[in-house]
Nanobody, 125 residues
Framework: VQLQAFGGGLVQAGDSLSVSCAAS????????MTWFRQAPGKEREFVAT????????YYADSVKGRFTISRDNAKNTMYLQMNELKAEDTAVYSCAAASGGFRFTYYHAGWYNYWGQGTLVTVSS
């Protein structure tokens, strides 16, 4: 199993950026997929999650209304569209996958079976 996050970069506050997570070696369409992030000196935190079908989506309060999670099961890829970026969104964004059906403990990092390496998003103010 491999999860590959990419698309990070340096942007200015107020800009938009999209990051992606490409998966291989698993049955992508049945996996709950989630973005977490970790800012320098801070603990990892939940950002957004999407169920295997794409019907269920949940967001952290800090990104609600600005970020949109989506997936393309035909391409085994998950996306995170980030708008109105703020300096406090600066972090390494990592993707994670969980099998066994959607759970409402999606925010709990310990539930996830697979993790990708992160992609750095830096927002300058």
């Amino acid at each position: 199993v491999q999860l590959q996050a990419f698309g990070g970069g340096l942007v200015q506050a107020g800009d938009s950026l999209s990051v992606s997570c490409a998966a291989s070696g698993l049955t992508f369409s049945i996996m709950t997929m989630t973005w977490f992030r970790q800012a320098p000196g801070k603990e990892r935190e939940f950002v957004a999650t999407i169920s295997g079908s794409g019907v269920l989506k949940y967001y952290a309060d800090s990104v609600k209304g600005r970020f949109t999670i989506s997936r393309d099961n035909a391409k085994n890829t998950m996306y995170l569209q980030m708008n109105e970026l703020k300096a406090e969104d600066t972090a390494v964004y990592s993707c994670a996958a969980a099998s066994g059906g959607f759970r409402f403990t999606y925010y709990h990092a310990g539930w996830y079976n697979y993790w990708g390496q992160g992609t750095l998003v830096t927002v300058s103010s």
